[in-house]
C-alpha cells in the first residue's frame, strides 16, 4: 500500500514510527487488557506492517514480524510484564 505522491520509503518511515508509537508507549497498562483488545491491537500492527512492507495476502504475519524482527503484541506483553516484576 502507497500513497500517491509520497515515496514508498517516507509511507514505510511513517508508518513504522505510528505503529511504535500505538504498541510501545501504553505497554505497562496492556497486562490488565482482555485477549479481545489484545488481539485488536495485534490485527492493527498486523495491517501496519503489511502495508508498509507491500506483503502479499499469501506471506503469514509470524514471517513478516521476523524478517522486520518486530515483536508481536502478546511478545510484547510478556516482556514488559516480567521486567516489571523483577
Given at each position: 500500500m502507497t500513497l500517491p505522491g509520497i515515496e514508498p520509503a517516507t509511507f514505510r518511515f511513517v508508518a513504522q514510527h505510528l505503529n511504535h508509537c500505538a504498541t510501545a508507549v501504553p505497554?505497562?497498562?496492556?497486562g490488565t487488557a482482555s485477549n479481545s483488545n489484545s488481539e485488536v491491537?495485534?490485527?492493527?500492527?498486523?495491517?501496519?506492517?503489511?502495508?508498509?512492507?507491500?506483503a502479499p495476502w499469501y506471506i503469514c504475519n509470524e514471517v513478516i514480524h521476523a524478517d522486520l524482527k518486530v515483536p508481536t503484541i502478546r511478545e510484547l506483553q510478556h516482556s514488559a510484564s516480567s521486567t516489571e516484576i523483577k
Open positions: 505497554i505497562p497498562l496492556w491491537l495485534q490485527r492493527y500492527q498486523n495491517k501496519v506492517l503489511r502495508a508498509t512492507e507491500n
